[in-house]
Each structure stands twice: as C-alpha cells, then as structure tokens.
C-alpha cells in the first residue's frame, strides 16, 4: 500500500473554481484532448455473441430505444457529423460493438450485460479510440440525444464544441430522457447504468460516479492482493539463503510490481474523476445530481477509507450538510451513519465530529422531519460509539423531542432517551431485571419532572414505546412502588400514576395519542393479537389491585381522577368470569361511591360519571349490581339535597339558610348533576325543585353560582332523559303536556339568565338552550307522530337574544374584561395566554352551539346573518366553524342561503351608513365579500341560480325608494361591495343582470362610479378567479370597525333590509340530529397539536462560499429550545407568512476541515443552498380538554 496510500493526495487540492448548473466550460475551453499512445494489442480472446445478435435485433427487440432523429432535427450544413446509419455500418465493418447494441443491453436487464461488456472491452483492446467513441455514443444515446459524436469531430474539436454541437441536436420541446421516463423497462436501464442540457449532466454524473465506485471497488481488490503479496514476498526473501526459492521469490516480486503498477493506474482514474466529475457535480443546481454524488462519496469512504477517510474527502459532507434541497442532506446524514457504525473508523473522524457536531445538533429541527430522524439516529451513534459522546447540554437538545407531534422523530428520540437511560442504569449494575425496571422508573420519573412537560405524558410514553415497551408494561412494579408507603415522593407518585395510565392505554388501544395519528391505519392480526393479550393482562392484574389504590389516593383529586380511568381499558367480562372476582367489582363500587361522596371537582365527578356509564350497561351480565349501587347513590345525594332545599327557596323571603346550608345543598346539586349524565335521574323528580330553586333565586337577585349552574344542570338532564325515556315508551297525553309546559318553563328562566352579569349562570344558560332547542325541535320528532306535540319552537325574543348573545359575548374583543371575571386571585398569578385559550374554547363551542340551530332547523337561515357577517375579522377564530356552517347552509337551501350572505352584507353596510361613513369600512366589506364569494366552490353551473338571486338582492337593496329623511339612493355604493361576486357568473347570466341592472336603476345614475364599476365587473371575463381555492385564505384580514351593537329584534333587521322573500318559519331540514353542545357527557378530550406553518422554499439560487474560519459560520447554527405551541395560540396567529427567512443570495459560511487549502482557493457556488435554522416543531398539547367542534358539529 505505500504507492497506494498516495493516490489522492491531491484531493484536498481540487477546489478550483467551477460552474454550478452547465456543464464545466471553463474547463473544457483550453483543453485539448491527447491522443493516448497506440500500445500492443493481447490477442483477442473467443467471445459469444449470440446472445448480443439476438438482443440487440431490430424486429426481434421489445427494448424501447430513443427515437430516431426527424428529417426536420438532421442537421443540413455540418459536414463533420454522421448519421447514425454511417456509423453503424461501420462499426459493423470493424466488427466493433455499437453504442446501440449497449444501450439495448442496459434496457433489457442484466442477461446480457457481461457479454456486452466483454465484447466492448474487447473492441477497446483492438482499437482504444474506437472502443472509447462507441462508449462516448453511448452516453450521448442515454441522455436522449439524436445526435451521434464522429471520429472527426472527436478528433478535431474540443469538447465544449461537440457539446455545443449535440446540443443543436437534442429535443428541447421535451423534458423527458431515459433517466427520468416512468416505465418498467426504462427502470431496467437506471439499474444498469448505476452541461448545458439537465440530461447530459445528469446522466454523464451517474454514469461518473457509478465508473468510480467500480473502481473503487477494483482499488480495494488489488490493494488487498499487493498487501498479500507482499507479506508473501517478506516471508519468502526473510528466509536462509540456502532455503529461499528464487523462481518463487522472483514471481512474487513481479506480481508485486505489476498489482502496484494496477494500483497507481486505478489511483490515477480513480483522481481523475474525482477531479473531474465529483468536485464539479457535488455542487450541481440539480439536488439529484447533488444527492447522487453524496451517496456514493459515502461508499467511498465506507469502502477505501485507506484512501478516502481523510479531512479532505470529509470536508465535503460537512459542507453539504447546509444544502437547501433535504434530499442531499439526507444523504450526506446516511452517509454519516455507515461511517459511525465501523469502530475502527473513530478515531479518523475525531476531528470532523468536533468541527460539525453543532451543526449536527442543529439539525434536529431539520424542517424535513426524515432529515431529522436521521440525524437523531446519527447522534445516537456518535453518543455510543466516540469516547467523548454527547455532555449533558448537547443531550438536551435531543430530549425534548420526545415530545414532538411527529412520531417518527418522537419515537428517535425516544431511542435516544432510553439509550442514555439504560446507560445510566447498568453504570449501577442492578443484580435482575425487577430492578432494573424500577431503577428504570425512577430515572424517568426524574426525567419526567425535571423536563417540565408535566401534562404530556402520554407522549412520552408513545415516544419509549417501541424500545422500553417492555418495562413500560411492568404493571407489578408500578404498582408495587404505588402501594408501598415511602418508596416515593408525593409529586413522583403522580407522575408514575399518569405514566401508568397513559401505558395502560397505549397497551389497550393499541393507537398513538391524539395528533400522532397519521391517517386511519388498521391494526394487523398480529397487533390484534397483542393488544388482546395486553388488555387481559392489564385487567388481571388491576382487578384486585385497583380498589386499593383508589382508597390510598381517595382523597387526592389528581391522582384519583386519573386511576378512575383504568377500568374503561378492562375487559370488563372478567368480572362475571370467577366467583372471586365479584367480590373485587364490589370493592370498586364501593370506592367509587366513596370518591363521590367526598369530592366536588369537576373533573373528578366527570371521570366517576364516565366510570358509573361504563359498569351499568345492559351488555354486562353485573350491570344490576351496579345499577344498584348508584341508586343508593342518588337516594343518599337526593336525600341531602332535599334537606336543605326548603331553607333555600325560602331565602329571598326570611333569608333562613346560611352559608353552610347553601354550600351542602350545592354540593349535593354538583354530585347529581354529575351523575345525571350517565344515569337516568328522572326517578328522584328533581326537576320542580331545582326550577323553584332558580326561580326564587332570579326574583331575589341573590345569584349564586355554586348552587344555581348544578341546577340548571339537574333540571336539563331531568329533561333530556325524559325524551329519551317517551321515545322509548308509550306516553299519554297528560305525560306529553306536563313534559312540554317543563321544557316551556325551563327555557324561560334560561332566557332570563342571559342578561345576567355573572358570566357562569350566562354561559350555561346559553349552551343548555341551544341543546334543548335542538333535543326539542320539529325535526327530532317529525318521524314520531305521537310525539309532534313535544315540538317546542323559540320565541321571537328568545331568537332576538340568542343573536344578542353572539354579538355581546362571543364576537368581541374584550377578554380581558371576562377574564377579570373568571379568574381567581390565585388563578391570575398564572399564564394569562392558557386562560385566553379556554376563554377561546368556550366561545368556539357556545358558536357551535348556535350554528347547529341554524343548520337544523330549530332557527332560520337568516339568522346565519349574525355569524357570516363576522367571517373575515374573526377567521382565525371561528372560520372553521363559519365556513362549514356556509357549507351546510347551502345544502339545505341553496338559493336562500346566497340571500342570507347577500342580507349579511346589507346590514354591515347599513350600520356602516348610520356610523361616520369612510372608505376604510367599505374596503373592509369588500375584504368580507370577497372571502364569502370564494365559499361558493368551482362549479359555476351549480352555484348558477344562486348567484344570480345574490345579485338581483344586492340591486334591489342598492336603488330600494329612501325613507323619511334620507337622501336618494343611500345604498349605490353597495354595487361595488356585490362586484365582488361577478367573476363566479356565467356570461348569459352576467347579460341578463346587466338589463336588470339598467331597468332597476335611473337613467341618470348610469354615469355614477360606483354603477359603472359594477357594469365593468359583469363586463370582465375573470375566469382565472374562478378556480381559486375555496375559502378564500388570499383575501387580506383587516380588522373590520366594532360598531355600536343594538338589540335584535325577532326579524333580525329592518324588514327594508330583508325582502319579502324572507318568512319567519323554520327552514326544514333533512340533515341527522347531531351531538349536543356541552350537556350529554363528554367523551375524552380529543388534543390535536398545533403545527406551524412552514415557509415557503425559494428558487432564488444562493452562493456558497468556503470560510475562511470556524468563527464566521458559527452565527448561523444557533441552537434554540423546542418550546410548546398551545393549540388555539397555533390556530389564532396571524394568517401572515413564517418569521423572515435568511436572504438566500447572501454569502454564508462553511467550515472547512483542511485549514491549509482554504487559503489558496474559494468554492464556487452551490444551488438551491436554504438553512433551516428557523424551523422548529411543535408540540402536541394536552394542556387544555376541548371537544372536537367540528366533528360535535356536524358529524
């Protein structure tokens, strides 16, 4: 090896500048071909070619081949070229193989591959230059070229003029060539073949680089022949003189001579391309090209690193690791890992890890989440296998990621995290795996806390899944530290509690948590199986176990409410499987009964009523039992309840009860009301005292909300319960009007409560309405006929103050003021913006509430008014839920609903009237008639007759006779707020209004502008506008002017402003009833995590410039903390584009490996180059329980 350890010296020298994205002119133009010396032919050896003849056959062959050249494409006047018939003849006559013959041989797979070579190698020992034009026709034939390169122009040109020449001659109408055509056989030719023209650079590149790779290939042969030879030589010459052989001396010392005369020949082919092909190439504006330079570098260095593993050869995957394209840099982090994982190349890569590790750490929040899996698996090997690893700090920039909303990197650095965890674990050499899984909980416990993602346990228990899924199922250990007193702190006791919990659900539902669920995947049998064999494993052993931890943890609101989960993951017919088991449902009824007794938290009655649903379904054959134990339940609840109710409703009167009785009779009423969503609570009749209870309340003013929203809350369930239990029964019709004459009262006192000051009382009102209104409608009893009488339509004041309440409390700005109302003195030392994001929760689902009114019915449609006049300046809060109310609108009434958007705009335009009137406001209408006109879709023959009612509306409402006091035609300007909806007309439909347009309006007011810009707009032909995304996201948000809001009346507007269209029944609907509001018991929470928007990429090129020192590139690779996205914070951001990224033109650094050459010579530009420094990923949150609207909405 000592002649071959030198063969690329000279690589650290090849940085001379270049081109970046044509071919290498500036090389090509002084150079010269040499002629290569004409040596002694061997003799030639015996070949078949039947093989060859009957592939390459014109009639016989399926091998697509490159079409022939057009008369129109033969160039006329270039007495250098020939055609391709010439050529062929010729070879033939000299019985040389044509560069046809290979290319059909690369088409059509391996078979005939080895004979095509030998027959071309052959050819080339007879005659070099020829052997070499048929090659060099080859490879103009695989770019897709027609033209053919003669011995002529081989001889006389240089090589930028036979490019320059070929190029005249390539298909520039098409941007196909064999390497990117789709089809089997053209995939064939890719797996064989592993400038001006894409195609000429990108196939000479890959056929470059793949020639190199063989060489390389050939070089580690031969170097490990020579060493072996060698060593031969050394034993044999090391002998006696009497005992040596020198005819075996003498052979092994010209083997020696002639592998390291084949070794510095293979050295020189080998630099050549190199110098030649990669340094030019690995830089190409081509990311393919780029890419594929990269991955063979890699194998390279994985295969010579005798002659490869040097800084000047590494250098090059530092550099690329800053590539725009994620691709590359794909590949120079894969090309990485092969390098890590040979121990013996370690110590080799000493000095590139310490240059490039902060540039690796950066990576991890590559904007590609592939780039940054595998850069965390990269980092994995650097911390296993280099004696430094990773300190403590660089560590930390991998282990937030575990909680990272995509699975892939999550489940990484999962990896990662358990790596370093069982690192720390066996440095302590625990004696068996019992304790090794509890020194292994108790270093993740630490982890847990220490992290401060205290609500995200379940993902990070998806995180460890798929490596610690072992010890995360240890249930024995976890319980055994749960239930032994002083194993644990109380703050590590509710981490492993919620650690414990979310394994237990992993195991038993066999899904990631909610916003780690890409796509609806199907679990496969053998996943079925498991998750069965968890899931009877998890309810074997917390059987019997589960009614001690809930005693321990009684009276620990956290914890409890948690370890009441456990049994919805049980296979709850084990209970009825053993006699002994029975013993145990009855130690759980009895804990939960006791929990209930004890607690008023929300959340821990929640989790008792989801548990007392589950155990009392009819499917169980224990479900008596059960039934049984809640009754006695609700008699001891009912009974309290009823012993202070007399003192309460007589306070307004004498004012007996006191503080005490009000707090015992509320916490009665909370523990009912609670229970009565998952039990039937219309038994006990608690319904007459709970309404006298808010009644008296309401006439005395004394509003206490403790004890009233529970009763709001009893009296609604009462109600819901009873129209489930009439429509599963025959009632009579003293039952019906009794039930009816309730709802009737109900509603009223609720209608009451929404002029309230406090904000509890108003809200609940307000969302219990909406879901009685709805449980109550014409449609949910139109196909029961006995039950039509149940029917309860709202009044016109209640209509009047539904819509007062969306404009008063869900479609204003001043959360602060509410804010200050539901806040605690405790509770405003905490984070303002969670408290802003449940405040935003709360009114997306009280708008949920009164959309659903809309869609079915309960409302009409031109109450959608007060919601689609809000649109634009509340999208980021509520456009979801305001465009698929849009959606449904249409569904429903397709011409009405256009007439309700029409109507929308009439009335923010005659509040804009009665205000100080400016332009501002009427671009700001404009803003909103431009997103409303993007909800009408694509298809203009669909959306035909509405559209044209719309504007028959608007031109009505625009010259409408002025009332007492105004001046003439008030609302023309109105006509430039409807032009906004003409590029979605047909052109009969745009003449037909422009007639109406002209018998509509006075002749004098033709001339008016804004009647003329409406005329232009009929006039224009904007069918580009019309295939525009649906939504309208382009339109610019301004914020729309608050106007001085006036009380509704049951109309809604003036009737001047509605039209005689307008009626004031309920529009029917066929649509399914949906799920209620807030009043039916919630089902878990559903969590989506917040993604960020990511930029978008540009194609501006960049110049790369090599550094001249570490310093000037370290700015660049700046490491920030992944910090949490709340969910709404994501979704109520501005609609404005991703923080600035880097100017791409500018100059950025690189570091270089070899300090000696960047002195001497700077690189040329490298494309497409994009840092990635600004790209974070968001986390998924649990912070906040929120239903899915949507799906609530409109499922």
């Known amino acids: ?46 070949r078949h070619t039947a093989a060859l003849k009957g592939m390459s056959s014109p009639s016989g062959s399926s091998v697509p081949t490159p079409p022939g050249p057009s008369p129109q494409s033969v160039s006329q006047g270039t007495s250098m070229q020939l055609s ?26 391996k078979s005939a591959m080895v004979t095509v070579v030998d027959e071309w190698l052959d050819s080339y020992k007879r005659s070099q230059e020829a052997g070499l034009l048929v090659l060099i026709n080859f490879i103009v034939q695989s770019c897709g070229c027609k033209g053919v390169v003669t011995r002529k122009m081989f001889d006389s ?19 196909n060539y064999p390497l990117c055509t789709p089809g089997p056989q053209l995939k064939r ?59 075996r001396l003498e052979e092994l010392q010209a083997t020696v001579r002639e592998l390291r005369e084949n070794r510095e020949e293979l050295s020189s082919m080998m630099n050549a391309t190199f110098r030649g092909v990669f340094v030019h190439r690995y830089r190409d504006q081509l990311p393919e090209i780029r890419g594929v330079c990269i991955e063979e570098l890699g194998l390279w260095l994985k295969m010579d690193p005798e002659d490869f593993l040097n800084d000047g050869c590494l250098k090059y995957l530092g550099w690329t690791m800053h590539d725009k394209q994620s691709p590359v840099r794909l590949q120079c982090v894969r090309a990485l890992q092969g390098l ?24 991890v929040l590559d904007k590609d989440p592939d780039v940054a899996v595998e850069v965390v698996n990269l980092l994995l090997l650097i911390q296993q296998r280099t004696d430094e690893g990773l300190d403590e700090e660089e560590c930390g920039h991998i282990y937030p990621l575990v909680y990272a909303s995509h699975r892939g990197l999550a489940s990484a650095a999962g990896g990662f995290l358990y790596s370093k965890l069982k690192s720390v674990i066996t440095s302590h050499s625990q004696e068996n795996d019992k304790a090794n899984n509890a020194a292994f909980f108790q270093i993740l416990i630490s982890f847990f806390i220490q992290s401060e993602f205290h609500e995200h346990g379940a993902y990070l228990v998806d995180s460890l899944w798929h490596v610690a899924g072992s010890e995360l199922r240890d249930w024995e250990t976890m319980t055994t530290f749960l239930l032994q007193d002083d194993e644990l702190m109380y703050e590590e006791e509710g981490v492993l509690i919620e650690l414990m919990m979310c394994a237990i659900r992993q195991a038993a539902q066999a899904t990631p948590p909610v916003g780690r669920t890409q796509g609806k995947k199907n679990l496969s049998m053998k996943d079925k199986k498991i998750q069965e064999q968890d899931k009877r494993r998890i309810t074997t052993h917390f059987i019997p176990l589960l009614p001690q931890l809930l005693a321990k943890y009684s009276a620990d609101a956290r914890n409890v409410k948690l370890l009441l989960k456990a049994p919805l993951y049980f296979d709850l017919e084990m209970y009825s499987s053993a006699q002994w088991l029975e013993k145990h449902l009855d130690l759980l009824l009895s804990q939960v009964c006791g929990i209930v007794e004890k607690h008023t938290e929300v959340a821990v009655l929640e989790a008792c009523a989801h548990l007392v649903s589950a155990l009392s379904s009819d499917c169980y054959t224990f479900s008596s039992r059960a039934q049984m134990a809640f009754s006695q339940l609700f008699d001891v609840l009912t009974e309290c309840f009823s012993t202070y109710v007399n003192d309460l409703l007589q306070v307004g009167e004498c004012g007996i009860a006191n503080d005490d009785d009000t707090y015992s009779g509320a916490t009665a009423l909370k523990r009912i009301a609670a229970l009565s969503s998952a039990k039937d609570p219309t038994a006990w009749k608690l319904f007459d005292s709970c309404l006298e209870l808010l009644k008296s309340r309401m006439e005395s003013r004394e509003l206490d909300k403790e004890l009233m929203v529970p009763a709001m809350k009893c009296a609604a369930f009462h109600l819901m319960w009873a129209k489930v239990n009439v429509v599963n029964s025959k009632p009579t019709e003293a039952e019906l009007k009794r039930l009816k004459k309730e709802v009737r009262s109900f509603c009223r006192v609720c209608q009451d409560c929404l002029s309230l000051n406090q904000i509890d009382i108003r809200d609940q009102a307000f969302e219990l309405l909406c879901d009685l209104l709805l449980l109550y409608s014409v449609g949910s009893v139109r196909s029961e006929p006995a039950l039509q009488a149940l029917a309860h339509l709202p009044s016109d004041s209640l209509r009047s103050e539904l819509a007062a309440f969306l404009l008063d409390y869900v479609f204003t700005d001043t959360e602060d003021v509410e804010l200050h109302g539901i806040l605690t003195p405790t509770e405003k030392s905490e984070d303002e913006e969670e408290m802003k994001i449940r405040l935003l929760q709360k009114k997306r689902n009280q708008l949920a509430g009164y959309c659903k009114l809309v869609i079915y019915g309960v409302l009409d449609l031109t109450a959608a008014t007060d919601v689609f006049k809000h649109y634009n300046k509340y999208f980021k809060d509520f456009g979801d839920i305001i465009k698929e109310t849009l959606s449904k609108s249409k569904l429903i009434n397709p011409v009405q609903s256009a007439k309700t958007v029409c109507l929308s705009l009439q009335q923010l335009f005659s509040e804009m009237l009665t205000e100080h009137h400016s332009r501002q406001d009427l671009t700001e209408i404009r ?43 008030p609302n023309v300007a109105f006509l430039e707020i409807l032009s906004e909806f003409s590029f979605k007309l047909l052109q009969p439909d745009r003449a037909q209004l422009a007639e109406f347009l002209k018998s509509a309006c006075p002749s004098a007011a033709l001339s008016w502008p804004p009647v003329k810009l409406y005329q232009r707009s009929l006039e224009a032909r904007a069918t580009s506008k019309a295939t525009e995304q649906e939504g309208g996201d382009e339109v610019p948000s301004h914020d729309m002017p608050v106007v001085k809001r006036r009380r509704t009346t049951a109309q809604g507007s003036a009737s001047t402003t509605r039209g005689s269209w307008l009626d004031n029944s309920s529009i029917q609907s066929s649509l399914h ?30 110049t790369l410039t090599e550094p001249e020192s570490e310093d000037e590139f370290s700015p660049e690779l700046q490491m920030r903390k992944v910090k949490l996205n709340k969910r709404w914070l994501a979704s109520s951001s501005k609609n404005t584009p991703s923080p600035r990224q880097q100017d791409l033109n500018s100059h950025l650094n690189l570091l270089s490996l070899i300090e000696d050459d960047i002195s001497e010579r700077d690189e040329d530009e490298i494309e497409d180059y994009h840092s990635d420094s600004d790209t974070g990923y968001t986390l998924p949150s649990t912070r906040h329980t929120s239903l899915s609207v949507l799906d609530e909405l409109f499922d």
């Not at 030719?189 to 650079?201: E, H, M, T």
């Not at 997103?931 to 298809?939: T, V, Y």
């Open 189 to 247: 030719f890719k797996a064989g073949l592993y400038s001006q023209v894409r195609a000429f650079r990108h196939t000479s590149t890959l056929l470059a680089i793949k020639l190199m790779t063989g060489l390389v290939e050939v070089a580690v042969v031969v170097s490990v022949q020579l060493q072996t030879t060698q060593q031969q030589y050394n034993t044999e010459n090391s002998k006696r003189a009497h005992d040596r052989a020198s005819d």
């Open 1073 to 1102: 009833t949906p799920a209620l509001t807030s009043t039916v018991q919630k089902q878990p929470a559903k969590r989506i995590a917040s993604r960020k928007p990511r930029p978008v990429e540009s194609d501006i090129s960049s």
């Open 157 to 175: 040109m240089q090589n930028a003029e036979i490019i320059s020449t070929l190029t005249k001659e390539f298909n520039e109408d098409s941007v």
């Open 84 to 109: 391709a018939r010439s050529v062929r003849s010729m070879n033939e006559e000299s019985q040389i193989i044509s560069a046809k013959d290979i290319y059909d041989a690369v088409c059509s797979g």
């Open 340 to 363: 890590y994982q040979e121990k013996e190349f370690i110590g080799r890569l000493e000095l590139f890890t310490s240059r490039f590790k902060e540039r690796i750490l950066s990576m």
């Open 927 to 969: 803003d909103l008639a431009k997103r409303l006109a993007m909800s009408f879709g694509i298809d203009l023959h669909r959306v035909r007759k509405p559209l044209v009612a719309l504007h028959m509306d608007g031109i009505r409402f625009a010259f409408r006779d002025p009332q007492e006091g105004e001046q003439p035609n």
């Open 1 to 46: 090896m000592a002649s071959g350890s030198s063969a690329l010296d000279s690589l650290g020298e090849l940085d001379s500048p270049t081109d970046s994205g044509s071919d290498y002119e500036a090389t090509m133009k002084g150079t010269k071909r040499r002629k290569p010396a004409v040596s002694k032919q061997p003799p030639k050896r015996t």
